[in-house]
């Protein structure tokens, strides 16, 4: 696994169990999925690590604790899909009108070189 006092770059893509893609850092995947917003800046994003998988920040924003656990799992240039319950997700509140409440959600990520 990678240095928890460390910080990586991350393409990732994040869906519903459906399917449903709702964000992407890719500039290809937000055009194929109907995402694409020419006020986006589509790169790598820094994922700062922590020992506590609840405390990885994503551009100084603590991430959703699902994403911090499956990226302290990884290694070094490697890609993985992961899934996990609301609970480690955006819970009984969801996010805005794309992410119900109690949804299960999945993430492709890929960790990438420094832009």
């Known amino acids: 696994p990678l240095p928890t006092d460390t910080t990586v770059y991350v393409n990732y893509t994040g869906r519903l169990p459906g399917g449903l893609v709702f964000d992407t850092n890719e500039a290809d995947s937000a055009k194929v999925y109907g995402l694409y917003s020419t006020s986006n800046s589509y790169a790598p994003v820094a994922v700062a690590l922590n020992e506590d998988y609840a405390s990885v920040t994503m551009s100084g924003s603590a991430t959703i604790p699902g994403f ?3 990226i302290l799992l990884m290694h070094p240039g490697e890609k993985a899909r992961t899934a996990f319950f609301s609970p ?8 805005g009108s794309s992410i119900p409440p109690f949804c299960p959600i999945v ?3 890929s960790l990438v070189d420094k832009p």
């Open 88 to 95: 480690l997700g955006y819970d009984w509140y969801g996010s």
């Open 107 to 109: 993430f492709d990520i």
């Open 68 to 70: 911090g656990a499956a």
